[in-house]
């Protein structure tokens, strides 16, 4: 499990997250939500060791994660895919997820067949440059190559902006196929109404940085998630 508690962040002297806490649980999807510039992203880097925090704690499965760095995040099994994708757009599809290979033991340096069978257009075009791929196939590539790492702790930021329908429901499915798994912790900041509710177990709404609900999805109907969203 991963727990976060009251973390506070900064940027210079502004202050973008106010005492948030959070709980994610293996074999569920935590969606954090909230208009542009509530602190979302904010709040996955300091997850994935992208920015420091000032105060707080980050626990997974009940041992104090620290202030990590990104590479300290990622052995510790935190696997974060940004907005924007960040994908290497020079490097063929095989060389992009074998980056992933960095912290992992030799031994497990490897692209697990399952990685394909989520995306099975990555295994037909593993010969060709990440630039070259559609957007939603680079999205589905830098998930993919998230999941090379077998993180504990998947955060996904903005999975959907700006992809078609057809791939926006194939990266439904996949996420809903590792939930079924049990395993990994799912965190996902979207924007995207309709994908959130199909997927959420747990919604948690930031209005600039604080925590406005924190509650499981059974309890919260589609008008008491628009009012927490429009304050």
Known sequence: MLTVENLTLR?????????????????????VMGNNGMGKTSLLKAIAGRHPYVDGQITLDGAALGHLSAS????????????GREIFPLMSVAENLETGFACLPKDARKVREDVFELFPVLAEMRGRRGGDLSGGQQQQLAI????????RVLLLDEPTEGIQPNIIA?????????????????????????????????YLTLRRGVVELDAPAVDVGAERLLEALSL
């Open 72 to 83: 300290r995040a990622a052995r510790a099994g935190i696997a974060y895919v940004p907005q």
């Open 11 to 31: 940027y210079g002297q502004s202050q973008i997250l106010h005492g948030v806490s959070l709980t994610a649980r293996p074999g569920e999807v935590t969606c």
């Open 170 to 202: 194939q990266i439904g499915e996949v996420i809903r196929r590792l939930r079924a798994e049990g395993e990994m912790c799912i965190v996902l900041v979207e924007q995207n109404f309709d994908f959130a509710r199909g997927l959420a177990d747990r």
């Open 144 to 151: 993919a190559r998230a999941l090379v790492t077998r993180p």
